[in-house]
């Protein structure tokens, strides 16, 4: 939890900032997110085991002030590791289905660059739920939602008055735990969600 707490701190500090600007006229914004990264899914019973994450995030951001903007969309998460399970090695692919709620900031620091740090939560369904085994694939042993937060900092380099591009870093950390769903093929009774996730990437902001 300490890269949550760092990002966290900033986040904090770019709020106190002082800005000369007046509130702006209310307006929207898109916001699109592409990263990849690592995690970790944290298992209730079984060992834990490392996966790979690759996110994509759909934004639409109401702009309340000049600094101050409020968000909701749509997500992909895809993650996929090897782990094991008493005697038996598994390749695990999921997919999940992400809706967020997220408080955006907009701190301008020139006339072409800006931070965009970003705070929230989300809910998120499995769509696509994968254990390769050995000798068979085994599916849906997981299903159903759990939520978790997260947490970002862009920065972005303004090309006009409609487009910016930048960088993103990400942290996601899911809060509750998913449930098996009692797959004969795979018993079992452990419980699991995806924690320490850490993700870079790219941003687009398109004012509309």
């Known amino acids: 939890m300490k890269p949550f707490r760092f990002l966290f701190a900033i986040l904090i500090f770019i709020v106190s900032l002082p800005t000369s600007a007046q509130i702006k006229s209310y307006d929207f914004n898109i916001l699109a997110h592409g990263n990849f990264g690592f995690g970790t899914v944290n298992n209730k019973l079984d060992p834990n085991y490392n996966v790979n994450i690759n996110n994509t995030d759909l934004f639409l951001k109401y702009r309340i002030t000049y600094r101050l903007g409020l968000a909701t969309g749509i997500g992909i998460n895809r993650i996929s590791g090897n782990g094991f399970k008493a005697k038996d090695y598994f390749f695990h692919e999921r997919i999940t289905l992400k809706l967020p709620i997220s408080i955006i900031l907009d701190y301008t620091i020139t006339d072409h660059f800006s931070v965009v740090p970003n705070i929230g939560i989300y809910a998120q369904n ?22 978790g937060a997260q947490l970002g900092i862009g920065l972005t380099y303004k090309i006009n008055r409609t487009y910016q591009i930048g960088l993103n870093y990400a942290l996601q950390q899911d809060f509750t735990f998913f449930q098996p769903n009692g797959n004969q093929n795979f018993n079992t009774s452990n419980k699991q969600l995806i924690g320490s996730i850490n993700m870079i990437g790219l941003l687009m902001v398109i004012t509309l």
């Open 126 to 147: 499995i769509l696509k739920d994968r254990f390769q085994l050995e000798s068979s694939t085994i599916k849906n042993v997981y299903s159903g939602w759990n939520m």
